[in-house]
Antibody, heavy 119, light 107 residues
Framework: EVQLVESGGAVVQPGGSLRLSCVAS????????MHWVRQPPGKGLEWVSA????????HYADFMRGRFTVSKDSGKNSLFLQVNSLSPDDTALYYC????????????WGQGTPVTVSS | DIQMTQSPPSVSANVGDRLTLTCRAS??????LTWFQQKPGKAPQLLVY???TLQSGVPSRFSGSGSGTDFTLTINSLQPEDFATYFC?????????FGQGTKVEIK
């Protein structure tokens, strides 16, 4: 079964850091561009970041301002998002998702991992 | 960045109605437009990609059209399970951007 499972979300104080993980099963992440998308409570979807199939290119939303870093471990078939200098505005459910080959539309999503930034 | 604007923000409709949702891009995205459906507490589900290609398993009452800057998602004969929030996303350029969503509610 094709599946994505995120983990690593937590309650963290402003200025703190987290490393979010996403383990893929049923397919190889090296065959796809992989994405992170977040959703603040009660709000819409915000695209966060992407890493190409070969890991050579990474892309970020402007609001990242250099605070987030996407990476992957092919051997563990896993995707990661390092999030630093967190603020309350970063409070959201963070999803990882797979981009369809050739179109990059997101066809497989995880269940999300919650990040809450609060003092 | 390409801005995506959806209208209306919310709509009330009856089961059996035909509904058209709109998504507009701030610049041309060719046909690189995707539609998602999201139900409360669930991850988004892909409905339509490449503006008009129905994802496998999606009921044929859903259809997408448009190119350039103006796109529509049409739901023919609205069913109870279609009451949800719908988002568009452009896949033309990085950073990818979503519309703010249209919530479809029962009248």
């Amino acid at each position: 079964e094709v599946q994505l499972v995120e983990s690593g979300g937590a309650v963290v104080q402003p200025g703190g850091s987290l490393r979010l993980s996403c383990v893929a099963s049923g397919f190889r992440i090296d065959d796809y561009t992989m994405h992170w998308v977040r959703q603040p409570p009660g709000k819409g979807l915000e695209w966060v970041s992407a890493i190409t199939w070969d890991g050579k290119k990474t892309h970020y939303a402007d609001f990242m301002r250099g605070r987030f870093t996407v990476s992957k471990d092919s051997g563990k078939n896993s995707l990661f998002l390092q999030v630093n200098s967190l603020s309350p505005d970063d409070t959201a459910l963070y999803y990882c998702a797979r981009g369809i080959l050739g179109y990059d539309s997101l066809d497989v999503w995880g269940q999300g991992t919650p990040v809450t930034v609060s003092s | 960045d390409i801005q995506m604007t959806q209208s209306p923000p919310s709509v009330s409709a009856n089961v059996g109605d035909r509904l058209t949702l709109t998504c507009r891009a701030s610049q041309s995205v060719s046909n690189h437009l995707t539609w998602f459906q999201q139900k409360p507490g669930k991850a988004p589900q892909l409905l339509v990609y490449s503006a008009s290609t129905l994802q496998s398993g999606v009921p044929s009452r859903f259809s997408g059209s448009g190119s350039g800057t103006d796109f529509t998602l049409t739901i023919n004969s609205l069913q109870p399970e279609d009451f949800a929030t719908y988002f568009c996303q452009q896949t033309h350029a990085m950073p990818r951007t979503f519309g703010q969503g249209t919530k479809v509610e029962i009248k």
